[in-house]
């Protein structure tokens, strides 16, 4: 049981990240009714069919007035007007958050909730894969998976204890961060490798085509799998975190330079400290990160 207060959950948006969260609800709490709102009743169908959800509307109105806990997974473009059309038909005791990938532009939008803005609590779970839509939802996407919670001095403590349960409940470690603390790290961790990747695969490829994918080795896949990604995700995401990605674009744009200028000189000493340095701190990371994950699965046994 998530928590005896939430029955009735609506999913605006039942793709990859709204579908998959949906799963892991319903695995937690068999007795919720999700219902899940979208544009293409296809869609909507399918993941009906796929036991993702109990019921489909694809009037926002409808799906939404009577539900306890509204969680907003559609792409951050479309938010706003959702947040719009939301605030007049909700319960005053709902609780709503949202997934969106950068959160100073969603919780600009959620002021349109008036009143009920304290009621939202924002997130981003640190979880997903270059593959969208419900077919791809996964119940254990969010295990062992950090989500930020990115709480603002009106957010209701209810309701953001609420969310932080909720997440913990599907498996993830909650972290509270700072709303612009978290758009200019996730510009550097997040963003700025999506746009690397498929400006890498775009300047390869623009005058030969397919050519290049036909010498390549282990690592320009890794390099360039998340070029995979949904292109109106990341058209939308790099709209609504533009000014800090645009700094962690300067900031690489240096270090490219700093590069360029070692290989200028051919300074061998310089090429080895930045490789040196940049791999201890990376071996560092992944030995933390095994670490955590050991630890993290350890507490999740220990509770079911
Ligand atoms: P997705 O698989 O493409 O699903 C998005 C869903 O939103 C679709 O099912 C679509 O259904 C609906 N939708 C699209 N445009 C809409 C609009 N204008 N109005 C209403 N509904 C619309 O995308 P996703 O990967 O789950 O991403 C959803 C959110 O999660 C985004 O905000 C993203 O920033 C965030 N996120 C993604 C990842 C990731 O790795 N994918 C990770 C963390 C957070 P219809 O076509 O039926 O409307």
Not at 181 to 196: C, I, K, N, Q
Not at 214 to 242: E, H, K, Q
């Amino acid at each position: 049981m998530i928590d005896n207060k939430i029955n009735r959950v609506a999913i605006v948006g039942v793709g990859l990240i709204g579908g998959s969260l949906a799963k892991a609800l319903r695995q937690a709490n068999r007795s919720i009714t999700i219902t899940g709102y979208g544009r293409n009743t296809d869609n909507l169908k399918l993941a009906m069919k796929l036991g993702v959800i109990d019921l489909y509307e694809t009037r926002l109105e409808a799906a939404v007035h009577d539900a306890d806990l509204v969680v907003l997974a559609v792409p951050l473009q479309a938010m706003p007007e959702v947040f719009k059309r939301m605030g007049t038909c909700l319960r005053p005791d709902v609780i709503i958050t949202d997934v969106g990938s950068a959160k100073g532009f969603v919780v600009e939008a959620a002021k349109a909730l008036g009143s009920l803005f304290s009621r939202f609590v924002p997130a981003h779970p640190i979880a997903g894969t270059e593959q969208s839509g419900v077919t791809h939802a996964a119940t254990d996407l969010f295990e062992r998976h950090i989500t930020i919670l990115t709480p603002v001095p009106e957010t209701d403590r209810e309701a953001l204890g609420y969310v932080d349960r909720m997440w913990q409940r599907v498996g993830s470690q909650t972290v509270i961060m700072d709303v612009s603390r978290h758009d200019r790290v996730l510009a550097g961790t997040s963003h700025l490798p999506h746009l690397l990747a498929f400006a890498l695969v775009d300047m390869l490829t623009r005058n030969e085509q397919d050519e290049p994918f036909r010498y390549a080795a282990g690592g320009f896949r890794d390099f360039t799998r998340i070029a995979s990604s949904d292109p109106v995700m990341w058209r939308d995401i790099c709209l609504a975190n533009n000014h800090a990605i645009r700094d962690a674009i300067g900031q690489y744009i240096d270090t490219l330079q700093r590069l360029d200028g070692y290989l200028e000189a051919s300074d061998q000493a310089g090429l080895m400290k930045l490789f040196t340095e940049a791999k201890q701190r990376r071996d560092h990371y992944l030995a933390e990160r095994t670490a955590m994950a050991g630890n993290h699965k350890r507490t999740q046994d220990e509770t079911d």
